[in-house]
């Protein structure tokens, strides 16, 4: 089709006859070479998309008519961002956490945890708005799986003395809240076979009961946190000297001492908070274009790069925990965040309006199980506690990362 897309009534006449003979358009892509949307045919044929369809965002037609450097720029930006300010949020939190007393309360748990899965919520609102759903998918489940390799790093690279992480860190509470992961995987997969019609007020029968059972995991972890009818507690001889959690007790006092006051630490936190949710708005925006361009298919670019990058947080401050000796803390955390994660189908389900889980294909199942395996495998470990130790990784980090490895790899073929 030939148009002079300076000419607004021919711009209008191309986008009405793509449209009668394809569909409504969905994504408008720029390649005369021009950097800008200010430009006058790539303005001209966006607002006459718009006016056709009215289903193209002004911010995913600028987003796809930049070049790739700066779609790269942004990505590696935003990643910074993510990396830097999550960090200060998950420190932000530990100090209000103990200064308000967040932890021992329901309410507060909750709000821990969203605290501190600020970029994945914002990907997957930003990605569920934009009708993006393979994205949202792959972002939850690749980061679940991700995360999980997470732990093999702290393993070779935070743990002293030289034993595995798992045989320090080994203890009933932590088997519970792998379990929980499990589970809502579980789930997961039970109601990806629900029919997709079955939605009310936009939310599914499965979402719901993910919410609902992380609820009811949170309150058991809790109940466990508090003691169990088990030999020193649940936890194992020869592990960890002191508490769970004396790492945010520590950073607590070394806030006092430097004087930051509970308005200042509130502040970086609210400051953290924004810089993250703005993030990871954009990276999800510039990452999905920029990596659609190199032919990734969304699912893979939501469940390895997208979950690389805003897995860094989870990363320093896990290497934080396990190098100040709260081993059963940088296990913990990753659980906790991971068994978070499915929960995130219900805010897609309720913001794009689909029944998300429904309509999962076969990639998302595949990532489903791999995320469970990977958690069974650390759960092995906690149970067994290996002693030895291969490049300063024990023999369930090593099964981890050569299961992850292979799984991505078999990624690629099932999602064509």
């Known amino acids: 089709m030939v148009a002079d897309l300076t000419d607004p009534a021919e711009a209008a006449d191309a986008v009405a006859a793509a449209s009668a003979a394809l569909g409504p358009v969905t994504v408008l892509v720029n390649n005369a070479g021009m950097t800008s949307t200010a430009a006058p045919a790539p303005r001209l044929l966006t607002v ?68 501190t899965n600020l970029p994945e919520i914002a990907i997957t609102a930003s990605a569920a708005l934009a ?22 790093v702290l393993d070779a690279a935070g743990v002293r ?50 919410a609902v059972l992380w609820g009811v995991g949170l309150l058991l972890v809790r109940r466990a946190g508090q003691g169990l009818p088990w030999h020193e507690g649940g936890d194992a001889p020869g592990g960890q000297d002191k508490p769970r959690g004396h790492s945010k007790a520590t950073k607590e006092n070394r806030a006092t001492k ?4 509970t308005a200042r630490t509130a502040t970086v936190f609210g400051v953290a908070a924004l810089v993250t ?35 860094l947080p989870e990363l320093s401050t896990g290497l934080t925990s396990s190098r100040m000796g709260d081993y059963q803390l940088a296990i913990g955390d990753i659980f906790g965040g991971n068994a978070f994660l499915p929960v995130l189908f219900l805010l897609a389900t309720v913001l794009s ?10 990639s998302d199942i595949y990532l489903t199980a ?47």
């Open 258 to 261: 430097h004087g930051h006051s």
């Open 353 to 362: 309006g689909q029944a998300v889980l429904p309509s999962a294909h076969a």
């Open 161 to 210: 003395p030289r034993k595995p992480l798992t045989y320090l860190a080994a203890s009933l509470t932590l088997l519970l809240e792998g379990g929980l992961v499990v589970a809502l995987l579980l789930v997961v997969v039970a109601a990806t076979q629900l029919p997709s019609s079955l939605i009310v007020a936009r939310v599914t029968p499965g979402a719901l009961l993910i």
């Open 131 to 152: 009708k993006q759903l393979d994205v949202a998918v792959g972002n939850i489940l690749g980061g679940i799986a991700i995360q999980t390799v997470v732990l093999v």
């Open 370 to 416: 791999l995320g469970g395996l990977l958690t069974v495998v650390y759960m092995a470990g906690l149970v067994f506690r290996p002693q030895r130790q291969r490049l300063r990784m024990g023999p369930d980090s090593l099964t981890v990362l050569v299961v992850y490895v292979l799984g991505i790899a078999g990624l690629v073929f099932v999602s064509g």
């Open 277 to 311: 949710l703005v993030a990871g708005v954009l990276i999800e925006r510039s990452g999905e274009e920029l990596f659609g361009r190199l032919g990734m298919s969304g699912v893979v670019f939501g469940a390895t790069v997208l979950a690389a990058a805003t897995s």
């Open 48 to 115: 006459a998309c718009q006016h056709a369809s009215g289903s193209i965002p002004r911010e995913a037609a600028r987003v796809a008519s930049l070049p790739s450097l700066v779609l790269l720029l942004i990505f590696l930006a935003c990643a910074a961002g993510i990396w830097v300010a999550g960090v200060k949020l998950a420190d932000t939190t530990d100090v209000l956490s103990e200064r308000l007393h967040l932890g021992s309360a329901l309410g507060g748990v909750v709000v821990l945890a969203i605290a």
